[in-house]
């Protein structure tokens, strides 16, 4: 019996009955094998379901994240999660329509194996009534027998629905290799293995893993003769119809030494406002109630920006921590002036001048001048533009007024023996870091 997080006791038919509800209203529904029948399925009890990573880098982003936050859904009410990452998928790796994957060392996909165990386990609850476990399908694949795959799992897949897949169409003109042209025989048996292991019932991904996921379903129903179930979730976009997660320096990882907790923050932060309250559905598990008066909130007053900082707040909390999302939120006042600039970790402050794209700045004798910093960060285009901001008054350095054109830079003015901070009025940043020779 399921308990709420008071102790008490769930009527897990009323749970059962809502999961597709909420899924639907957080916008992490896009398909179904059939719905009516997933909705009955989930009503009968407990299901156990799974969801795959394939290790092809050594992190999640944050369009994986859409999948482990509903492994969070599903379990919250009462399902039980396998948690499952591709030793043996990943060593193949998914058909792109751009083109061949370049197969990784077997050795670095173990190693981001590990990683991402590690990343994934943070989101779901490994104890309780219903614990979560984490599968490695090179288990079951590692000494797989060629004749035995060939005969028991190949015949069920007929070539010409193979053919049919849209990323092979795309790819028959250019060539496709045997290798991916088979993934989807590999994922079909991952959900054969879970069913007959575990009793796993279903499965879901990405909407561009539809027809891996379906073909599982296929495999199963004409392998044991069992109806089992599948689901996806939809492609997030911009308003422009552009991938959401990618930013001009490249994917939004959840791994921090690849996306720092400041760069994450600021990455939402900056959501556009048609968007922002569609993003808190699905990454934010804030109660409906409180989205919809965010949604209010930005129709009147989008210049406050609130669901935007309350969906920043809430995915950096969740996916790094809370005391990362404050010093983001601490990072950003004092860039700004808001607040003190030295009072920011050396940790933080690095990330805060990687982010800025700081430039390294060579100092053999004497520090470089105000006017030298305030151009090669790009905070102004030339040394006369930077000459006019001072004597404007919209120059500063580590949010103090900058007066004299012809200042240089003093020793107290770098951050930890090493960082500068520079702006020219309130919104034009940059930042520099000053190596002593």
């Not at 997030?236 to 001009?248: N, P, R, Y």
């Not at 409180?290 to 920043?312: F, H, K, S, V």
């Not at 901001?389 to 012809?406: F, H, K, L, S």
């Not at 009025?425 to 190596?435: D, M, Q, Y």
Request: aromatic share 6%; net charge negative.
């Amino acid at each position: 019996m399921a308990r709420d997080r008071s102790g008490a006791r769930i009527d897990m038919v009323k749970v059962m009955n809502a999961v597709l509800d909420e899924l639907k209203w957080r916008g992490l529904m896009a398909n179904s094998t059939d719905e009516a029948a997933l909705a009955e399925h989930l009503d009968a009890g407990p299901v156990t379901f799974y969801v795959g990573f394939d290790p092809t880098a050594p992190s999640l982003h944050i369009g994986h994240l859409v999948q482990l936050l509903v492994a969070r859904v599903l379990q919250r009410n009462g399902h039980r999660p396998l948690m499952l990452v591709g030793g043996s998928t990943g060593l193949i790796g998914d058909p792109k329509e751009t083109g061949e994957r370049v197969m990784n060392p077997k050795e670095t996909v173990s190693g981001w194996v590990r990683s991402i165990q590690r990343q994934v386990s943070r989101f779901v609850d490994f104890a309780g009534e219903n614990p979560a476990r984490m599968v490695n399908n090179l288990d079951w694949t590692g000494e797989l027998n060629t004749l035995d795959f060939l005969r028991d799992i190949g015949k069920h897949f007929p070539v010409n629905r193979m053919l049919a897949r849209d990323v092979v169409r795309t790819r028959l003109e250019e060539g496709i290799s045997y290798t991916e042209f088979s993934y989807v025989l590999l994922q079909s048996f991952d959900y054969q293995q879970l069913f007959r292991t575990y009793g796993c019932t279903l499965q879901f991904g990405g909407s561009d893993q539809w027809g891996n996921i379906t073909a599982g379903v296929e495999l199963l129903r004409r392998s044991d003769g069992a109806h089992v179930h599948a689901l996806a979730t939809p492609l997030l976009t911009k308003a422009d119809g552009t991938k959401f997660g990618k930013t001009e320096s490249g994917t939004v990882w959840l791994d921090p030494q690849l996306t720092s907790p400041y760069a994450f923050h600021q990455f939402f932060l900056n959501a556009e406002d048609a968007k922002v309250i569609d993003y808190l559905r699905v990454f934010s598990e804030r109660p409906r109630a409180e989205i919809e008066d965010l949604a209010r909130q930005t129709a009147e007053a989008p210049q406050l920006r609130a669901a935007q900082r309350a969906l920043a707040d809430d995915v950096t909390a969740m996916v790094h921590s809370p005391a990362d999302r404050d010093a983001a939120v601490a990072a950003a006042a004092a860039l700004f002036g808001r607040s003190e600039l030295a009072d920011l970790s050396a940790e933080v402050l690095s990330s805060v001048v990687q982010e800025l794209k700081a430039p390294e700045l060579a100092a053999a004798g004497e520090l470089p001048s105000v006017v030298d910093v305030l151009e090669r960060t790009g905070v102004v285009a030339s040394r006369s533009a930077g000459r006019r901001a001072i004597a404007e008054g919209g120059a500063y350095v580590n949010n103090q007024r900058v007066t004299d054109p012809d200042a240089r830079l003093r020793e107290e003015d770098l951050l930890h023996g090493r960082y500068v901070v520079v702006r020219r009025g309130k919104r034009t940043v940059g930042a520099a870091s000053v190596i002593r020779g």
